[in-house]
């Protein structure tokens, strides 16, 4: 192919790029009710429940750092969020496959801790690991999982139901699997300059664990079941809060109007991202990894959610048209755009 | 870890790696009927069917080397590998989703040509490309594929359901796949050393194309459906037709005896195979990447399949212990060994 008719990657970004693709897929089965475009794919084999199908692809040196990730971390967090995506419909994980490429630094023991992570979190969520492939690589480690799941239909909750003066409610606390990737970061560059260094990282527990270890918020998705609140719209905070905030108002025709003095920070991390320098608004809305589950309801559902610590009401649905805005603690009306971590332009 | 507990993963090979791996999962949801172990695992949501879910993941440098093989033919062969294990029980494939990983010496229009090939694939086969993941690639195109189908319950296929005295079919024939790789190993050679020479590929054009574009062989699963044939054991030869006996003997608690005469071998495919010195029975026992079906049926249903072109039968199910052995032209009895393509040993 001539150069002249060359257009990189990147000018496209991941998301332009997935859009381009997939933008005019045909689907002809009866069984597919939704494909592209949602944190799953929607199937359908009976009235009773639909199916949830997602898929994540971790590629090592740009998901993961295998110099500070320990292999049972690494095979727990890989499970987790892909079980997250599921979630994320309002959906409850049943199944995963994992295809592992190898390369051959790597020891059957290796493997084992990694395969221990994974099993770990199957056991925690009740999944059942159903197949894979494992095959060699000629570089580094790469995870692929598939998840499966289901959900009673008129449960799911998409990325395009959000609808004016709904609120907008997050999951747990924000920014702290970012700053974590922080200490990890300094700690391995510590340790490149002193390797017998013993670092003390009794200050940082709390990031640490959200960036190495994060959960999957099933649990909230039974607390929703009990409390019969259905989400209007959902998706999981994979790539910060702005981000995700952007999905939801494209797909579902809306804008967002979310307040900084609302969003859960965790004052450990609060903390910590001062010694960094940074705002830690800023690490909640732009940092990603945190898995927590951001969604809308109706107002008539506020009284079912108020007070539950877990759940943080951030803001309101707006207009289609009104754009998404932070409103500062001084009060001033932010336009918020994606500067989520974009994993096609760091190659 | 210490050196002295490092167990090397070539010491198991990959078969040995995933039953080391896989042999103490437990499975805990009544949705998952069959986990880990055949072409695909079976999930069940109604009574009417089961769902069928596999999934490949496919290196560059280990399973396609991008000097030969076009982008759009590898986007259509990635494909059809995975709906071929679909085929291999029986069902029939209705969704997939694709993950890449690329590297950003790609260009769009090269990951167009890559998912042209991908569209091609499922229109042909009826089947909706549902979602999938993108993100970059420290080196090679890294392609994960997941396959979804279904089939009625009485109708799957697994690797376990052969008996004593059933006869043993395969479809198509064996061993092209691997010759048309040694063509273009060849070519790839010629070029290095005379890049302007312009190869005449007329006479390899049989080979070439079941190397570059296997097809999954679901017109026969609709074959033996029209046939009111059930299979009770089936296998996709994706390693060849020795390590394809010996998974079936192995899962089925039986042994095999197969014909070398029976065993269907394109014409052009064997003079090839002597151009290169190969002995095309061996090409078709340890050769791979065919994607033909290998099946076993009740006698009783010999009458409704023989004459037909596309189905061969080699030979017949010998009782658990006898092993699994070729029965050669000159009348020898030969235990057959596996020497498929072990992925785990190439890097």
Known sequence: MSDDMRTELSALGEFGLIKHL???ILLRNATTVKGVGDDAAILKYTEAHHVLVSTDLLVEGVHFDLSYVPLKHLGYKSVCVNLSDICAMNGKPEQITVSLALSNRFSLEAIDELYAGMLLAC???????????TTSSKSGLIISITAIGKAEPHKIATRSGARENDLVVVTGDLGAAFIGLQVLEREKDVFKAAPTAQPDLNDYQYPLQRQLKPEARLDIIELLESLEVIPTAMIDVSDGLASELLHLADQSFVGFDVYEEKIPVDPQVARVAAEFNLDHTTCALNGGEDYELLFTIKQKDYDKIKGNPNLSVIGHVTPD??????ITRAGDRIPLQAQGWDALKES
Do not use: R
């Open 123 to 133: 056991e925690n969520y009740g999944v059942d690991l159903i197949g894979g492939d």
């Open 22 to 24: 997939t933008d005019h």
């Open 321 to 326: 048209g009104a754009g998404v805005h932070l």
